[in-house]
Structure formats: structure tokens, C-alpha cells
Nanobody, 119 residues
Framework: QVQLVESGGGSVQAGGSLQLSCKVS????????MGWFRQAPGKEREFVAR???????TTADSVKGRFTISQDIGKNTVYLQMNSLQTEDTAVYFC?????????????WGQGTQVTVSS
């Protein structure tokens, strides 16, 4: 089992920055990937960024160049640095951990943290 707790959300004006953190506990070392997703009101949850166990990262086109995912293995924490925030980035942001079940699937989820960007 893996437990994930997000923090760092809040309200910010457009153009501002926030850093989200995801504290990983339990059997987090076995995760094949860590990721961030978001869900805006009335919309489906969407992929934002992921970091694989080999350190390679992937970022959604909608946030590329503005958001960066990273991890501190010693602190068991995954980060999402969000710069140049736009009102469209307003959403609940979720941390996820991947588990190998044939392939790497998103098996564990945090409770989410709200990010609100105002104009």
C-alpha cells in the first residue's frame, strides 16, 4: 500500500507561481512512476505530469514550459512547480503513484489540493 498526501495548493493571481508537494509513505519505493493530475469543475480528470522510476519525465502539452515535476527520494516527496499560472489552471490537483500490474498503472491517489488562479 502507498499513501499520498498533497499540500501547497492555494489561491494565486494569474502569472504567479505555486509549488505542490506530495508526501509518499508506505511502500512508495516500489512505485513505477509518480504523477500529477488535475480536475477542473465539470471536467474530467486530466494528466499533468509524471516522473518514472528511471527519472524520466513527461509533461502535458497544456502546461509544458510552465510546470515541472521533480522528486526528492530522500524526503519521499514529489513536487510540481507551477509557474506562469493561468486561470485555466484552476483545478483540484491530485498526486498518483503507479503500480506494476503487467504494466505501470495509476493505482494510488491522494485526496487532492485546490489551486485557484484569479485574473
Amino acid at each position: 500500500q502507498v499513501q499520498l498526501v498533497e499540500s501547497g495548493g492555494g489561491s494565486v493571481q494569474a502569472g504567479g507561481s505555486l509549488q505542490l508537494s506530495c508526501k509518499v509513505s508506505g511502500n512508495g519505493a516500489s512505485a513505477c512512476a509518480m504523477g500529477w493530475f488535475r480536475q477542473a469543475p465539470g471536467k474530467e480528470r486530466e494528466f499533468v505530469a509524471r516522473i518514472r522510476s528511471d527519472g524520466r519525465t513527461t509533461t502535458a502539452d497544456s502546461v509544458k514550459g510552465r510546470f515541472t515535476i521533480s522528486q526528492d527520494i530522500g524526503k519521499n516527496t514529489v513536487y510540481l512547480q507551477m509557474n506562469s499560472l493561468q486561470t485555466e489552471d484552476t483545478a483540484v490537483y491530485f498526486c498518483a503513484a503507479g503500480d506494476v500490474r503487467g504494466i505501470c498503472v495509476w493505482a494510488y491517489w491522494g485526496q487532492g489540493t485546490q489551486v485557484t488562479v484569479s485574473s
